[in-house]
Each structure stands twice: as C-alpha cells, then as structure tokens.
C-alpha cells in the first residue's frame, strides 16, 4: 500500500530551524519527483519544493535560498530543511509522492504535520 510518512513538525522561534522527514513506500518514490506543499489557514496549498529522482529542485520564491528539499533514495525518504523561519512560514505542510515533474502534484499525500513559527 503506497503511503507517506511525515515527521519533524513543531513550534520554534522566529529566525529558527527545523528539518521535516517523508519517508515513501517504494512504489511512490522511486524514479518520481517528490514535493513539500504548505497550507496556512484561509488559504489554498500551495508547493514550497520540489525534487526529481535526479536531483533537480525547485523552490517557491518565497523560500529561496532558506528551505532547502533533498532525498536519499536508499531510505525512501524526503527531506526539507527550513532555516531562517519566519511567521509567515506557519502552515501545515504535507508531503506529495508520485509525481510526474517538478510542477505537477502527484497523488500521493502524506497527513500533515504542522509548523509554528512564533514572533
């Protein structure tokens, strides 16, 4: 049974780091790109990263240059280093497997863990 995993969510102070983990069922990972959405309240999900099996990332504007998406394909598992956190970073962020592209959602989703950043 395909399924995502997420772990690492929680409550840090403004300017402060967390690393997020989705560990994948082979099926939904291996050779497809995997992505990190966020969802803050109120509003639509919207994708954050995202990473071909080969490497190739992209990133919202609004996190570059301070998330950082990576895989280790022996584990399954994606990650996504947040630094420099802000309060507008606050959302639930879930994991997407199975994609396509680095665009396109696949169909796959995790249950969410939720990231609080305080002032």
């Known amino acids: 049974q395909e399924q995502l995993v997420e772990s690492g969510g929680g409550l840090v102070q403004s300017g402060g780091s967390l690393r997020l983990s989705c560990a994948a069922s082979?099926?939904?990972?291996?050779?497809?790109?995997m992505g990190w959405y966020r969802q803050a309240p109120g509003e639509q999900r919207e994708l954050v990263a995202s990473?071909?099996?080969?490497?190739?990332?992209y990133y919202a504007d609004s996190v570059k240059g301070r998330f950082t998406i990576s895989r280790d394909n022996a584990k399954n598992t994606v990650y996504l280093q947040m630094n420099s956190l802000k309060p507008e970073d606050t959302a639930v962020y879930y994991c997407?497997?199975?994609?396509?592209?680095?665009?396109?959602?696949?169909?796959?989703w995790g249950q969410g863990t939720q990231v609080t950043v305080s002032s």
């Open positions: 997407n497997g199975g994609r396509r592209s680095l665009y396109v959602a696949g169909n796959y």
């Open positions: 082979g099926s939904i990972f291996s050779n497809y790109a």
């Open positions: 990473i071909t099996s080969g490497g190739s990332t």
